[in-house]
């Protein structure tokens, strides 16, 4: 047999689908001599009849039924397959609505999003600034990054990197501490991130054995993560924050790690999609791009 002929297939799909040859010529804009012809060369190929034709309708032989069922996979995967390469390749345009938590999306979405117009100049982009989870379906956004943890793994998600959490006070607030374990900051004063799930109960290790989870006492709760990093920097207290925020004030001494032979879980950061069989090209373009500037960092 010669190669499969997938118009050929169509063809066939069609007859069986509209109940006749006319039908099928109507659907598809061509002659009803042409569908016929395919249809006829698709048996001569498969040496078998497909279908069984009377005065009123076209109906498959089991030998058509059989293969209906199949080609209508098998088209159907080839349909899917074009929609995917055209989604990859196409240009991206359009507007492009993110949502992203205050403290990454100030810091790292914003400023790669000039980039990405001055890449893509054919897209406009609408960023969403919250800590707090946003519906992506209730309110049309094309994808969320999410920092820290995924809480439902059904959801379509890549990531696309990785962070630290890091246990800071101000140099004035960790020099008039006196710690040795964990245990020790359950009465020390702790700015809480409202944010978080868990604000107050972290859990440290050291090595592969070491484990302690620690209750902190609140002395002040605020919920947005760069309102927590001010109260901290004006030496409200300890707090916790990710190393992707605070690189800068470590690295000038306007903040200092505490117990840093302790380390807290890491995070990952991640582009969270609606539930779809194709990411539009702006979509898939914009993850590439954080995605290589995460590499970067």
Not at 27 to 37: A, D, E, P, R, W
Not at 149 to 161: H, P
Request: net charge neutral.
């Amino acid at each position: 047999m010669e190669s499969i002929n997938l118009n050929r297939l169509a063809y066939f799909v069609a007859v069986v689908d509209a109940g006749s040859f006319t039908g099928a010529a109507a659907v598809l804009g061509i002659t009803k001599t042409v569908v016929s012809q395919q249809v006829a060369r698709l048996e001569a190929d498969l040496q078998t009849s497909l279908l069984l034709r009377t005065t009123r309708r076209v109906e498959p032989t089991e030998a058509g039924r059989l293969l209906h069922a199949r080609a209508v996979n098998i088209l159907r995967e080839a349909e899917d397959a074009f929609g995917e390469v055209t989604e990859v390749t196409a240009s991206p345009t359009g507007t492009l609505r993110i949502a992203a938590p205050n403290d990454f999306g100030t810091l790292t979405i914003a400023p790669l999003l000039s980039k990405f117009r001055r890449t893509y100049p054919a897209c406009t982009v609408d960023l969403i600034l919250s800590d707090a989870k946003i519906d992506l379906i209730a309110h049309h956004v094309d994808v969320s990054i999410r920092v820290g943890w995924l809480e439902d793994s059904s959801q379509q998600a890549r990531r696309i990197g990785m962070f630290r959490q890091l246990l800071v006070a101000a140099p004035d607030v960790a020099r008039a501490l006196s710690l040795d374990v964990p245990d020790d900051l359950a009465l020390q004063p702790f700015i809480a991130n409202g944010a978080l799930r868990e604000p107050l109960v972290w859990h440290f290790s050291r090595g592969d054995a070491e484990r302690r989870t620690v209750r902190m006492l609140s002395a002040m709760t605020i919920d947005a993560t760069p309102a927590v990093l001010a109260a901290t920097l004006a030496g409200s207290g300890l707090t916790v924050l990710p190393d992707f925020l605070i690189g800068e004030q470590l690295k000038s001494g306007a903040l200092v790690e505490v117990l840093p032979e302790w380390s807290l879980p890491s995070g990952g950061i991640h582009a969270v999609f609606p539930a779809a069989r194709f990411r539009p090209a702006k979509v898939t373009a914009f993850v590439a791009m954080l995605a290589a500037e995460m590499k970067l960092a």
